[in-house]
T-cell receptor, first 114, second 114 residues
Framework: AQSVAQPEDQVNVAEGNPLTVKCTYS??????LFWYVQYPNRGLQFLLK??????LVKGSYGFEAEFNKSQTSFHLKKPSALVSDSALYFC????????????FGKGTKLSVKP | SQTIHQWPATLVQPVGSPLSLECTVE??????LYWYRQAAGRGLQLLFY??????ISSEVPQNLSASRPQDRQFILSSKKLLLSDSGFYLC?????????????FGPGTRLTVL
């Protein structure tokens, strides 16, 4: 069965330091993976996705993610964190093909301190 | 450009009362539409999805129902609300195509059932 795991409930980073938010997945077919960000009481904003091609995917707001098939991971990264990056981050896996049904991880709260 | 609207933004309803939440999409046609529920600031769960007018698929059995009376309108309903229906309801859309596409989310409706 397909699943997505975000092993950290919270990640704390100092402003200017690199950040990593972890995601692992399990799927029987090809993995189609997404990262979203959610600010308090707001909808989810799309950051980036991996469908096929380069393992390093670049997205919005300076974020990137590295797809690693052998480790079944899709970690979100940013070289230099900003206080404004503080939010809830979700990793998601498409399991519905072109219908696009997503299964989400539980979310990781990122806190960036000045 | 495409825009997705949800209303109301917040709603407080007594147990046993009916519910109607509306979602509309502008700037696209024939979208796939989705309803999610997010409990306690984490964990999105797919409730319903639709690939066309009158075509609704339910992911989980529950007290809620969905309808799609027009191409870009998606409604979430209940005849009698339960306390457990409280949560943050998110509508999303994606382009209907063969390949995997991104889901884009609305601003959400916060429902509190008392």
């Amino acid at each position: 069965a397909q699943s997505v795991a975000q092993p950290e409930d919270q990640v704390n980073v100092a402003e200017g330091n690199p950040l990593t938010v972890k995601c692992t997945y399990s799927v029987s077919g090809n993995p189609y993976l997404f990262w979203y960000v959610q600010y308090p009481n707001r909808g989810l904003q799309f950051l980036l996705k991996y469908i096929t091609g380069d393992n390093l995917v670049k997205g919005s707001y300076g974020f990137e993610a590295e797809f690693n098939k052998s480790q079944t991971s899709f970690h979100l990264k940013k070289p230099s964190a900003l206080v404004s990056d503080s939010a809830l981050y979700f990793c998601a896996l498409n399991y519905g093909g072109s219908q696009g049904n997503l299964i989400f991880g539980k979310g990781t709260k990122l806190s960036v301190k000045p | 450009s495409q825009t997705i609207h949800q209303w109301p933004a917040t709603l407080v309803q007594p147990v046993g009362s009916p519910l109607s939440l509306e979602c509309t999409v502008e700037g696209t046609s024939n979208p796939n539409l989705y309803w999610y529920r997010q409990a306690a600031g984490r964990g999105l769960q797919l409730l319903f999805y639709s690939v066309g007018i009158g075509q609704i698929s339910s992911e989980v059995p529950q007290n809620l129902s969905a309808s799609r009376p027009q191409d870009r309108q998606f409604i979430l309903s209940s005849k009698k609300l339960l306390l457990s229906d409280s949560g943050f309801y998110l509508c999303a859309w994606s382009r209907r195509r063969r390949s995997i596409d991104t889901q884009y989310f609305g601003p959400g409706t916060r429902l509190t059932v008392l």
